[in-house]
């Protein structure tokens, strides 16, 4: 993920939850120190993230319908759920990582 790609997703994710988020909220979201955590979301919008951070964010990613649901958790596309059944199983799924999401930063 790059630093502009970062800085999107804070976007994405902040209409995703209903809120906009900022650089704290999103160093919480990583589990950064509450004191530096901010000036780190804001490096890494420029440099981007590394490491544990950057797989933590493809996850969250997956709370916008902007980003893929990721092949390790898209259990919906398989032979044994019915078409018809994948678009609101999705949704489901998003709305449980919305709900992750604003779990984390209560």
Request: hydrophobic share 40%; net charge neutral.
């Amino acid at each position: 993920m790059t630093g502009p790609e970062l800085k999107q997703l804070r976007q994405d994710l902040g209409e995703a939850i209903g809120r906009p988020l900022s650089a704290a909220d999103m160093a919480k979201l990583c589990g950064l120190d509450p004191k530096e955590g901010a000036d780190t979301i804001r490096r890494w919008e420029v440099t981007g993230p590394s490491g544990p951070a950057d797989k933590l964010l493809g996850i969250f990613a997956m709370a916008s319908e902007r980003y893929p649901i990721l092949d390790n958790f898209n259990i919906f596309d398989r032979w044994d759920v019915n078409e018809k059944e994948r678009p609101a199983r999705k949704a489901a799924f998003r709305e449980r990582m919305c709900n992750e999401i604003r779990q984390r930063l209560a």
